[in-house]
DNA sequence: TATTAACACGAAATCGTTTTAGTGTTACAC
DNA sequence: GTGTAACACTAAAACGATTTCGTGTTAATA
């Protein structure tokens, strides 16, 4: 016997993969009879169930997962659309997406709109045909531009949806957003603590939902606190066009601001270069408050002060929301939106007395 | 005929997704007329294509992707193992194989190893049950430490295998891989050239891959230009322990070097902000140059000088290598290795002039 | 000796497709 | 009137698993 399986195994890389019926035909029984030994059931002999069994080890047999898939009527794959990759806290946020599904037996797919709509909509398709169990997204720039969100209308009537970090009021679905506006009021409220008087922004177009949110953050401190402030001092960076031209107008302004919070990393960075180049002192003549704790944040020189997002926690929580909806039997319970909370992360662009 | 349409219709988000059968029942015909006529045969009447297909646009649907992929022995997805994701230089490598895998009609799924052997191992079990049809694997840390590929070898019995980045000669595969050893020449050899007399060196133990390779040609400008190196100049960083004493020891040297090339862009970045610190000048009294054009690099303050590893190309190279061989018939073509070139970018952080 | 329970296994349905090999009807030519 | 070609469609197998419902054999019990 033992013989006659290392003869039979010399062949297996000859053939395709071994499956069931392969077993079944060279132990003479039938695949019902495999599949139950396999899964020790007390139904087959002891005798026929270690005979399948090393059969099968030997062989490194795998179930076919389509198969089991196709029949169980579940994928365990969880399909993630991000806007972008190259790009520090959408891939912390992968991260904790995939640490939560792993530990729920879950596999992640991952496709990227490159913040197009055309993409979102294709991605989507090319998943919704019961490759996916779920969808996990963050809106494409372009889509928020557009505001049509047929596709994920279309989307919901078949599987689950949980939208992440770019959502949209319009959808209704389980969502987790970060407390934009909570930090857009910390970092504002920080600046004028310290001293600055004059406060600028460098924000998205208003169609950004979360530059939007940090923006009203920024605008409830600053009214909170009763400061003007003139509407060269508020930067909507069109990113179609020059980046750097447009942050440098706020720089260059005669009566320039001597504390300014940007709504991401690269702006806050680049209008800190910028600064640096004319000479101006940081953070002494004008501080520095980014948004997202990457490296961008920790390694310019003086590093950033910044809202640490939480990207990882915040995977974890979509994934755990979507796979809740997706293993409710009753899956109408109320859609909830979770709001992961920002912290503010003093380093050296910033004054330090109040 | 119409109306009978529009009634049914609303019924859709009630029962599951619509599947070929479901369509045949209700108009009364085969499965496999619906099939045909969905994909406009000629043995279907011009009448019952009409309708068919009128039928299903009707009810938006969408063929069961799992059991096209299971009929046709063919899942179209590719697996992608890589070490990290909070990462510029992997990140801009999975933009690659994804922008080409979509050209060619396949799908990625990532997976992290989080530079662990067993989720290494485990990821590619997961994946191997004819979830996937290739595979796209940077070997972790904990893998080449160990240097125990079995698993590699197992898998390449069933599925193609490309590594690409961090491989090893042991895998005999299809491979890319960045000119590490080229970089490391060019980068020392720039050092040389503008003027730096005293080299030194920070890298990874000798097990990963890249950073071995980028120390030989590190060694090999040295000894081109007969430089002598005291070992106290060659730090291997361990990253288990604290990351900024190890490096802290070549900068704080009563001998210190001139001209520091470390093999990725924290070490630099952090090796350049512990220089400043100690009021060292850069570049006059120390230049720099790291390894990937990332972020870090761009935005740190003076800027890093550094090598680009053009990680788009090199995913597409990977993606390529592999679905050529997944699609081919005869499969014993020789194993290729690619070899993707590097830019010296050089920014403020080295001297300018020969 | 007849009935029944336990045991060990197999047949067939199922998941949603595609495809090959029929099948029945009509129409036309001889 | 018969043979056959075209037409329009269906039945069934296949992909690889699981599971429900049998079924045949043996052994124990009445």
Redo the contacts between chains.
Sequence with gaps: MKIFYICKSQQ??MGA?ITLKKIAKELGVSTSTVSKALSDSHEISVETREKVKAFAKMY?Y?????????RNQR?M?IGVIIP?????FF??V??GI?HGANERGY??????SDESYQKEVLNI???????VDGFLVSIAKETQELSDFRHFE?LK??VPLVLFDRVHPKINCDKVVVDDFGGGYKATEYLIKTGCKKLAIITTPDFVSVGLERKKGFLKAINDYNIAVPSEYIIQVNEKNDITAQIQKVINLPDRPDGIFAVN??YA?TAM?LA?DKGIKIPEEMSFIGFTD???SQ???PSLSTLAQHGHEMGEKAIELLINRIESKDSDFPFQTKVIDVDLKIRNSTKKTF
């Excluded at 795998?62 to 196709?70: F, I």
């Excluded at 398709?125 to 490759?131: C, D, F, R």
């Design positions: 297996k890389n993969k490194n795998k179930p076919n997962s389509l198969a089991l898939r196709l994928s794959v972008e990759i190259v790009h520090h891939s912390t992968i991260s995939e596999n992640v797919m991952v496709c990227f398709e090319m998943l919704a045909g019961g490759s279309d009537e078949e990393e690269i960075a270069k640096q990457g490296y961008i390694f310019s020189n």
